[in-house]
């Protein structure tokens, strides 16, 4: 027995060593992961904060917040959903809105090219401001010399179920009070500049 105990104990060694090499692995796995679920968790907070700077306070506290493909970054118990600039706008600037109800209808009907009638009032902020769009075409991408673009900077947006009731508003962006944008289609609102607005452009 005496010449065993050497053996045995080599065994029981190389057994506890094998037992470190398999869980060094599992160890290096698990930090890995913690390491990018806390960089995701950062992320989500980032898109968070980001998403909620274009309501007010009141707004913010209590508004869902969804990233742009649908997935629920922050439950909420308000009226309001609001969304961070989608990634392709990020180089641009900033683009975050948050909408009611009858503006999230909105937001479907154009995304997806669709008839829209809005049954009821709708307000929607866009208070970091926005990257800019066309005054006069729903799906322009960049300006031209006469789809007007216009930057608002920080604006609410309100629409209103008889797209008649606007009649007689300016579609003038340069104006310098509200203005209808995309008068004639599905999508006709009011903008509403409640800050400062970046240099003007014709």
Excluded at 80 to 89: I, W
Excluded at 141 to 168: C, D, F, R
Excluded at 169 to 188: I, R
């Amino acid at each position: 027995m005496e010449r065993m105990l050497p053996i045995s104990r080599r065994v029981h060694s190389g057994l506890s060593v094998l037992a470190r090499v398999v869980r060094l692995p599992i160890v290096l796995v698990s930090l890995l992961l913690v390491t990018v679920f806390q960089a995701g968790s950062q992320d989500n907070q980032a898109l968070i904060q980001e998403a909620l700077s274009a309501a007010p306070p009141e707004v913010a506290k209590t508004a869902t917040v969804k990233n742009r493909d649908g997935t629920v970054l922050r439950p909420g118990a308000g009226a309001y959903t609001c969304y961070p600039t989608p990634d392709s706008m990020k180089k641009r600037g900033k683009m975050s809105m948050c909408l009611d109800e009858t503006w999230q209808a909105w937001r479907e009907a154009w995304l997806n090219r669709k008839p829209f009638k809005a049954n009821e009032v709708g307000i929607a902020y866009m208070l970091a401001g926005d990257v800019g769009s066309s005054n006069t075409d729903p799906y322009a991408n960049a300006p031209t010399s006469n789809n007007q673009w216009v930057e608002p900077g920080p604006h609410m947006m309100v629409i209103v179920p008889n797209p008649a009731e606007l009649e007689g508003l300016s579609t003038d962006p340069y104006s310098g009070g509200p203005f209808v944008m995309w008068k004639g289609t599905p999508y006709v609102h009011i903008m509403v500049p409640v800050g400062k607005r970046p240099e003007t452009k014709r």
